[in-house]
Structures are given as C-alpha cells and as structure tokens.
C-alpha cells in the first residue's frame, strides 16, 4: 500500500514538473514574440522620420514613400493577426531596402546629419528585429520538443498544445538584392 502511495505520489511530482515547464515555454514563446513586436513598433515609430528627411531632399518616386507609410499603418492598425503582422513586415522591409538603395543617388542626402542618425538607427533596429526573430525561433524550437518528445507529448496531448511555426524568411528576401535592379525600378 505504501509503495502505490510512493508511485502515486512520485508520478503526481513529476507530472506537475512535466505541466510546469510546457506552461513556462509557452510563456516563453508568447514573451519572444512580444519582444519581436516591440521591436517592429520601434522601427514603425522611424519610418515617418525617415521618409520626410527623405522627402526632403528627392523628388524619389512618390508612390514607394505613399506604399511605406501604407504598410506601416496597416501593420500599426492594431486589428491585425500575427502572420499578417509578419506579412507586412516582410514586405515593409522590402521597400525600405528598396529606397536605401535609391538614396545613393542624393549626395546630399547621404551627408544629412539627420539622415545618417536615422539610418544608423534603422540599422541598429533591424539587428535587433533579427535578434528578436531569432530568440523567438529559439523558443518555439524548445517549445515544440517538449510537447513532441515523449513523456512531454502525453501531457501536451492533454491540454491541448499544438505545435508552433518558427518565423521563416519569405523566398523573395532569400534572393540576392541587385542595386541595378533597384535603381531601373
């Protein structure tokens, strides 16, 4: 009688173990993802900034600017998921390596105190988006082996946790930038 108490009691701890830690890398995943989206507030917050300096000095094709500050509000609107949050990063990127790019040809520009700190920044906050992006793939990862490797995958059968998808680059950022491209566009 005693030793089925022990076992009760011993496969009772481990299963609060078991329990405890799937809810702390599920908080954990939530947490990094959180940190990715401080980070994508951040650099909307720049995006403004640095297309009116922009503005300022090129008479640069109108609608990439109107497109930027498009995908910024979306992204910024509030009311949107998690992959069309990622969406419109991803194609907010896009542009404003595009117009980075197009900036080459304004000298003055480039030697713009305003326009070097906002680039800098730019620069310091896309590095920081990676390192966010790359922590949450980290724990997702962590994540998903607990709930799929065993005994983890039982208790996670119970509660229902399901796997989560890593943040994966879009096939088109994959690509080799070409500066000829940019600047013919």
Do not use: C, H
């Not at 640069?60 to 509030?78: C, F, M, N, P, Q």
């Amino acid at each position: 009688m005693i030793i089925a108490l022990v076992i009760i009691a011993f496969l009772f701890i481990i299963g609060i173990f078991f329990y405890n830690s799937l809810i702390g890398k599920k908080n954990q995943v939530t947490n990094a993802f959180s940190a990715i989206d401080v980070m994508l507030k951040k650099r909307f917050d720049l995006i403004p900034n640095l297309v009116e300096v922009v503005k300022q000095y090129t008479t640069y094709e109108s609608s990439t600017l109107s497109k930027i500050v498009e995908l910024r509000s979306k992204a910024t609107s509030g009311n949107v998921s998690d992959a069309e949050k990622a969406s419109l990063d991803a194609q907010l990127s896009t542009s404003v390596k595009g117009l980075m790019v197009n900036v080459e040809n304004y000298p003055d520009l480039k030697a713009n105190t305003n326009f070097i700190n906002l680039q800098t920044t730019w620069t310091e906050s896309e590095e920081q988006i990676a390192a966010a992006r790359r922590t949450y793939n980290s724990s997702v990862t962590e994540y998903n082996n607990a709930i799929m490797m065993f005994p983890g995958s039982m208790f996670a059968g119970m509660l229902g946790y399901q796997q989560i998808s890593v943040l994966a680059t879009a096939e088109e950022e994959r690509k080799n930038v070409s500066a000829k491209d940019l600047f013919n566009s």
